[in-house]
């Protein structure tokens, strides 16, 4: 970034790619893998650049946010409470009535058919389907 440009101007995606580029670790390729499931779950998807640097997945409202911290990368899924989750993804974030979410760590597989089926239903609750 040159000292004329600004985070504003540069797209929420463009913001998620440097996100992962300047993580350089195994954080930033979950992230990438997990950015890759939502879109492929649902291609309509929109991506945002929320709360100082969190990306966010919309579709009808939030579906999910991409953290990123030391030992985890959080996927918070806004209304996850509400979801089925019948692998049993959600490992975080549990005591509360709206949100649930996954800690993905170093090394974890993803369970991806039932990761893209939590974004699924994420999605059509949020349409009130």
């Given amino acids: 970034m040159t000292n004329t440009e600004s985070a504003y101007e540069k ?38 650049w929320k709360w100082r640097g969190v990306p966010t997945w919309y579709h009808d409202g939030i579906v999910c946010t991409g953290e990123t911290y030391k030992s985890v990368v959080k996927t918070t899924f806004a209304k996850g409470a509400a979801l089925d989750d019948p692998k049993g993804l959600f490992n975080s974030s549990l005591e509360g009535n709206t949100r649930r979410a996954i800690d993905f760590r170093e090394g974890e597989a993803i369970d991806e058919a039932a990761f893209k089926a939590l974004i699924r239903a994420a999605v059509a609750l949020n349409a009130g389907r």
């Fill in 11 to 48: 797209s929420p995606s463009e913001l998620i790619d440097g996100r992962i580029a300047e993580l350089g670790d195994w954080r930033g390729e979950m992230l990438a893998r997990i950015r890759a499931l939502i879109k492929a779950a649902d291609p309509d998807i929109v991506e945002e």
